[in-house]
Structure formats: structure tokens, C-alpha cells
């Protein structure tokens, strides 16, 4: 049986013919135009979805790369600067060994303690080294100078905090190292609720005053702090300010931690001075928070009262026993007994060696000052024990301490101090080589993680260029065959469909 095709039904099949072959060759000019295969999501949905994941992870890597060429040279400087250290204290023990022989005489140990005042001063520009207008040894207090010379030694004024940055995904390193593990010491002890504001901030305090906190369910208090309070008293304050916010101690024991227990949220937790005060400030609660909001380190000081168990962030100081010399005096001090700073301090001074044990004017480690002007009291540790390196007495990282003994021991012609340094001065590098040792560790891997991340963008930009490019080679080959099919179904078509005023009037 023989069917009758219409004109129409061979216009719609040869127009659908049309459009197809148009739309391809549109497709194939924009992929050789713009050389990409995917520019809308319905090009390729699983492409794209592929694509996108990949222009992340590049981004990443090279986030991560700005990151490292961007803040390598502090780890850089901080080498060269702990090198600069060394050289001073290998020249220090040169000294003293000298003017320990048969031929040097008061006069050539005056000479001596010259050069190591310069060697002090050298050593004091290196561990207030500034890179990028800050201090690479001052922990986080990056604006402060870390170290200082006063009369009764080095006081480090700097925290415990390392600067770090982020190289990897959740891989953060520190690209410092605070002047407490290098180059002095700081015995950092934990917040307690009886700490007095006065010791806060490295004994600057925190000033009386007006603080307001506003809850995330917009309910306001005005906080007030007297002169003379303690953390207990401000926590207690706010909360009892009828607020929902609850404060305490944070985990670390560094600072404050405000709770909101807000049901209903309309704001972020707000903590803000009153009229123009710092009170809040000095607190390290001041900002604005779409949650909790966790205070800053408020770096306290050391009181005779500080427990030892308190000490070095709250992991605690276990002490060992020591040995001062002083003169013709000497003794080995036993801790055994001690539980407070104060009982060591006590221990040091009832053991009759005429010397004055204290806490330094930072309020960060011990100090042990002969009476005798004419003598200089030494500390040293015993056998591996490292106590009074982590007192600040003397000896490992405290290398500042142990130059400036060395310099007094020269001036006053005291034989006896000048040997018992030298364990100190070798202490002293050994610490500072470890300290290299850290660093160049830390360099090393954040130089192999810049590897990583370049390949990484290789690879993955090789990737991307498979997923989302166009095959010119084949677009164009396409594009032809395209054109050629256009081509002969118009003139197919002008062929058929020849109408004329007779197929109208049948």
C-alpha cells in the first residue's frame, strides 16, 4: 500500500534537519572560538561539577603557595639570626678560656669583658631581629621588642605563642620561634580564678573600669571592674549581669571564654568599651562574635604564691636539683620540698651562699644576684636536669643571662665564676644549635610542601584542560562535515520542494 507524504511533513523533517545541523555547527564554531567544550552547565553537568572541584583545589594550592613564598623568609631570618648567636657564644668561650691560662691577668680580662659586651650587644640585635617591621622572637607580640637588658640580666618581654600560618589543608606550622624556647625564658604560668588583674599582661594589669556585653538575643549589661579585683571577681560579675552569656576560664587556661546560651539569635555577641576605656581590651575580650567568643592570652605573671604545677602553661615545672656558686661559696639546692615559687626561692636564699634569689622585673622567670660586689653569683645545672635553664637562672636558652655573668665574672677578676660559665656557654649553643636544628626542619618541610602544591597545580590544571577543553582538531573536523551536510540538504530540498500556483489549485 502506497502512502501519501505531504509537503508539510517534508517541510518538518527537512526544517528539523536544518535546525540540527545549525545548532551543531553553532557548537562547534563557539568550542573552536572560545576552546572550551563546557560554558553552561548543560553542556556536560558531571564535567562541570568536575570542573568546578578542580578550579577550588587549584586555588587552594595556590593560596597555600602565596602563603609560604610570602612569610618563608621569617623562618630564613630566624636561622641567620640563631646563627649570628652561635658565633657570639663560640667567641665568649674562646674568651673565657683564655683568660683562664697561666698568662692573663686582671687587666686582660677587662680587655675581655669589653669584646663580650660588644658580643652582647650583638647578640641582643639578633634576638630582636625585625622582619617585615616585626619581631621574629617575640612570639605573637610582634611589635614589641622581645628582649631587654636591665641591671639584673635579660628580661624577655615577648609570650610563649608561636606565629604560625597555614600551608596545607589543616596544616598549620610556626614560622617563629618565640624568643621563650630560643633565647630566654618565660615560666608562663596558667590563669587561675584568684589571679589579680594586676599581674595580667606582663604586669601592665588591667585598668578599673566599664565594659558592655550584649547577648545574641540583643540583651545588654554594663560590667564593672574595680581596682584591686581578680578574674574570679569579673567572672562573677558577668555572670550575674542577667544576661545570656556565661564567662569563664578557657580550656587553655590563657584566657577568658564568654558562653552565649542565647534560645532566640537576632545579633552577634557583642563586647565593647565604655566610654573610651581600655578595660575590655586588656581583658582580651573587646569584638564581635556570631558565637562564642574566646579571649586573648593574657600573660600573667609569677607571684611567690604561683605553684610550681601552674607553671609552663599549666603543664607544670618539675625541678631537679642545681648548684650556685659564689665566691668561695658553694652549694647544691635541692626542690624536693618546694611547691610554690616562693618555696624555691626560700630554698636558694637560706642556703647561705650570700646571695639574693628574686623574681625578675618581668615577672616571667627567677633571677639570683650575688651580695658580694666583688663576686658573681653562677647557676648552674646538674647531670642532664635543666632547672635553672627553665627557672631563667642561668644556663641552656638563657643565653643573654649567661653572656652578661660571663662579662661581670671578666670585670671582677673572678676565676671561679669565669669556669663555672663555661658549662652555661656550652649549654647555651648546644641549645641554640637545636633551636637551628627546629628551624631548619620547619623550613624544609614548608619548602617540600611548596613542591607539592606546584605539582599538585599541575596536575590538576592538566586535569581541568582534559574536562573542560575543546578538541580543536575535532571541532573544526566537524564543523566541515557540518557545513557539508548543511549544504546538500538545501539543495536537496530546493530539489523537492519546487511548489507552483498548480499544486496549490489541485
Do not use: C, W
Request: proline share 2%; net charge negative.
Amino acid at each position: 500500500m502506497v502512502q501519501r507524504v505531504t509537503n508539510q511533513s517534508i517541510q518538518n523533517t527537512v526544517l528539523n534537519n536544518i535546525f540540527r545541523i545549525t545548532e551543531g555547527l553553532a557548537k562547534s564554531q563557539t568550542e573552536i572560538s572560545s576552546g572550551k567544550r563546557i560554558l553552561k552547565p548543560s553542556d556536560d553537568p558531571a564535567g562541570l561539577r568536575n570542573s568546578l572541584a578542580l578550579r577550588t583545589g587549584i586555588r587552594k594550592s595556590t593560596q597555600f603557595i602565596r602563603n609560604i613564598d610570602n612569610n618563608k623568609i621569617f623562618i630564613q631570618s630566624t636561622d641567620s639570626a640563631l646563627q649570628s648567636v652561635g658565633l657570639g657564644m663560640t667567641r665568649a668561650k674562646e674568651l673565657a678560656i683564655s683568660e683562664l691560662g697561666g698568662t692573663s691577668t686582671q687587666q686582660t680580662r677587662q680587655f675581655a669583658a669589653l669584646e663580650i659586651g660588644q658580643v652582647i650587644s650583638q647578640t641582643l640585635e639578633a634576638a630582636n631581629t625585625q622582619v617585615k617591621d616585626q619581631f621574629i622572637f617575640g612570639g605573637t607580640l610582634t611589635r614589641t621588642a622581645p628582649f631587654e637588658l636591665s641591671a639584673s640580666g635579660a628580661i624577655y618581654k615577648g609570650n610563649t605563642e608561636a606565629f604560625t600560618i597555614e600551608i596545607a589543608q589543616n596544616t598549620n606550622v610556626g614560622l617563629t620561634i618565640p624568643g621563650s624556647d630560643a633565647l630566654g625564658t618565660d615560666l608562663n604560668p596558667s590563669l587561675t580564678v584568684s589571679t589579680p588583674l594586676a599581674n595580667l599582661n606582663g604586669g601592665s594589669g588591667v585598668p578599673a573600669g566599664q565594659l558592655s556585653i550584649t547577648d545574641r538575643a540583643g540583651n545588654s549589661a554594663t560590667i564593672t571592674v574595680s581596682a584591686g579585683a581578680t578574674l574570679g571577681t569579673v567572672i562573677s560579675s558577668i555572670n550575674s549581669a542577667g544576661i545570656n552569656v556565661t564567662a569563664a576560664l578557657d580550656s587553655s587556661g590563657k584566657g577568658l571564654a564568654l558562653t552565649d546560651t542565647s534560645s532566640v539569635i537576632t545579633q552577634a555577641l557583642t563586647v565593647e568599651e565604655v566610654s573610651g576605656g581600655t578595660t575590655g581590651t586588656a581583658l582580651g575580650i573587646v569584638g564581635q562574635r556570631d558565637g562564642n567568643l574566646s579571649g586573648t592570652d593574657l600573660n600573667p605573671q609569677v607571684t611567690n604564691a604561683t605553684l610550681l604545677a601552674d607553671l609552663n602553661d599549666g603543664a607544670g615545672l618539675v625541678l631537679s636539683d642545681i648548684s650556685i656558686l659564689n665566691g668561695a661559696a658553694s652549694a647544691t639546692i635541692s626542690f624536693s620540698t618546694a611547691t610554690t615559687i616562693g618555696d624555691a626561692l626560700n630554698l636558694i636564699n637560706g642556703a647561705g651562699l650570700n646571695v639574693t634569689a628574686a623574681i625578675n622585673s618581668a615577672g616571667n622567670g627567677l633571677k639570683v644576684l650575688s651580695n658580694d660586689s666583688t663576686t658573681v653569683a653562677v647557676v648552674n645545672d646538674i647531670g642532664v636536669g635543666t632547672t635553672a635553664e627553665n627557672l631563667g637562672l642561668g644556663g641552656g636558652r638563657n643565653v643573654l643571662d649567661t653572656l652578661t655573668t660571663l662579662k661581670l665574672a671578666l670585670e671582677n677578676n673572678d676565676t671561679g665564676a669565669i669556669l663555672a660559665t663555661l658549662e652555661n656557654l656550652d649549654r647555651g649553643l648546644d641549645s641554640v644549635n637545636e633551636s637551628r636544628a627546629f628551624s631548619g626542619s620547619t623550613l624544609r618541610q614548608i619548602e617540600s610542601t611548596d613542591f607539592i602544591h606546584d605539582q599538585d597545580i599541575v596536575d590538576q590544571s592538566e586535569q581541568l584542560s582534559n574536562t573542560e577543553d575543546a578538541d580543536v582538531i575535532q571541532s573544526a573536523s566537524d564543523l566541515a562535515a557540518l557545513e557539508l551536510a548543511l549544504n546538500a540538504t538545501l539543495s536537496t530540498t530546493a530539489r523537492i520542494l519546487q511548489p507552483s500556483l498548480l499544486d496549490f489549485l489541485r
